[in-house]
Structures are given as C-alpha cells and as structure tokens.
C-alpha cells in the first residue's frame, strides 16, 4: 500500500507565497507522475501541476507562471512553490502519484492540505 503525506499549506495574503510539499512511502517500485490537485468549494478536482520522473512538467493555465513544482526522485517526495497567490487559489490541495508496487500499479492521494488566500 502507498501513502502519501502533504505538509506546507496555511493561510497567507494575496500576492504572498506557500510552498506545499508531499511525501511518499510503501511498498513503491517505481512513480512515473506526481502532482498536485485542488478542490474549491462547490467545484470538481482540478490539476494543479504535474511532473513526471523524467522532469517533464504540466501546469493548468491558470497557475502557469506562478507556480513551480518539483520532484526528488530519491526522497520520492514532491513540492509546490505558489507564488503570487490569488483568492481564486483558494482550495484543498492534494497530493497525487501514479507508478507501480512490487505488484499492482497505484494511484494514491494524499489527505489534502487547505490552502487560503484572504487579507
């Protein structure tokens, strides 16, 4: 079974930064994608970013150019540097990753973190 821990959310000002991070433990073979959703009230899961093992990134439109994520293959965690931070950010973030136990492929998803942007 994987799991999957997320640290770094909180409150912060509009135009301020959070930096979100997420680690990942058991019985993993291999992740090929880690990355970041997001789920406001009232409104669908979105991807927020995402990396795979090889370092190529996606971001929604929406966040592309204020966020950066990162990856440590070896310490198999993920980060999300949030910069310039909008209200509209506002959400749960969650953690993501896909690739293989030493069975069966996974998905997992970690706890969620809220993040919130308000002066």
């Known amino acids: 079974q994987v799991q999957l821990v997320e640290s770094g959310g909180g409150l912060v000002q509009p135009g301020g930064s959070l930096n979100l991070s997420c680690v990942a433990s058991?019985?993993?073979?291999?992740?090929?994608?880690m990355g970041w959703y997001r789920q406001a009230p009232g409104k669908e899961r979105e991807l927020v970013a995402r990396t795979t093992n090889s370092g190529s990134t996606y971001y929604a439109a929406s966040v592309k150019g204020r966020f950066t994520i990162s990856r440590d293959n070896a310490k198999r965690q993920v980060y999300l540097q949030m910069n310039s931070l909008k209200p509209e950010d506002t959400a749960v973030y969650y953690c993501n990753a896909d690739g293989f136990t030493w069975g069966p492929v996974f998905r997992a998803w970690g706890q969620g973190t809220q993040v919130t942007v308000s002066s």
């Open positions: 058991g019985s993993i073979y291999s992740i090929n994608y």
